[in-house]
């Protein structure tokens, strides 16, 4: 069964702050999207990387493939209370258009 | 162009009782995947369908079906419903043909089992 951890599971901090997600897993992966969700919808697409090391830049966030293809990274610079929400990064499984879910990190900018 | 939407977005049943949910795709999307969303399990896969056809599936019992259209809108469909089916169920669109193709969620459909 292939699985995705994600680390920290909850992050508190302050306006201003810089944070990293990670996500890991001991599978290769076609593909890794990261998400942010708010209570009552449903995930967002934040950005896709699709080629080991590839690093994309959107705003105050980066994102991060692991070499490998089975880790990624999201770094948020200087956050703002709108940064909010339920960060998820999911794996695409190689050769099936199936998509695996991390376990999710739930962030509380505070003002 | 219009989002994915899900209706109904609410819905309350009572043990036993079977309920189908509604997925319309993005335009020109012919993949439709659904998720079970719960607290202490995350977002898991249900199945994926292409086409018309089932592409994938999930761990989940028989009780969990779907199918799709011609027009690539998909219907899920619970059976017998148990408490432990109380969840956010998400459908998601994409282009569906590469396995790296942007999925694009819909709001959500909150069914609670009574």
């Known amino acids: 069964t292939q699985l995705l951890e994600q680390s920290p599971q909850f992050l508190s901090i302050q306006e201003g702050e810089n944070l990293t997600v990670y996500c890991n897993s001991s599978?290769?992966?076609?593909?890794l999207q990261w998400y942010r969700q708010e209570p009552g919808e449903g995930p967002v697409l934040l950005v896709t990387?699709?080629?080991?090391?590839e690093v994309k830049k959107l705003k105050r966030l980066t994102f991060q493939f692991g070499d490998a293809r089975k880790d990624s990274s999201l770094h948020i610079t200087a956050a703002q209370p709108g940064d909010t929400g339920l960060y998820l990064c999911?794996?695409?499984?190689?050769?099936?258009?199936?998509?695996?879910f991390g376990t999710g990190t739930r962030l509380k900018v505070l003002a | 162009k219009a989002g994915v939407t899900q209706t109904p977005r609410y819905l309350i049943k009572t043990r036993g009782q079977q309920v189908t949910l509604s997925c319309s795709p993005i335009?020109?999307?012919?993949?439709v995947s659904w998720y079970q969303q719960t607290p202490g399990q995350g977002l898991q896969f249900l199945f994926e369908?292409?086409?018309?056809?089932?592409?994938n599936k999930g761990n989940f019992p028989g009780r969990f079906s779907g199918r799709q259209f011609s027009n690539s809108r998909s219907e899920m469909n619970v059976s017998t419903l148990e408490l432990g089916d109380s969840a956010l169920y998400l459908c998601?669109?994409?282009?569906?043909?590469?396995?790296?193709?942007?999925?694009?969620f819909g709001p959500g459909t909150r069914l609670t089992v009574l």
């Open positions: 998601a669109s994409s282009l569906g043909v590469t396995d790296y193709n942007e999925q694009f």
């Open positions: 599978s290769v992966f076609s593909s």
């Open positions: 990387v699709v080629t080991g090391g």
């Open positions: 999911a794996g695409g499984v190689i050769g099936t258009y199936k998509y695996i």
């Open positions: 335009s020109g999307h012919r993949s």
């Open positions: 369908y292409f086409s018309e056809t089932q592409r």
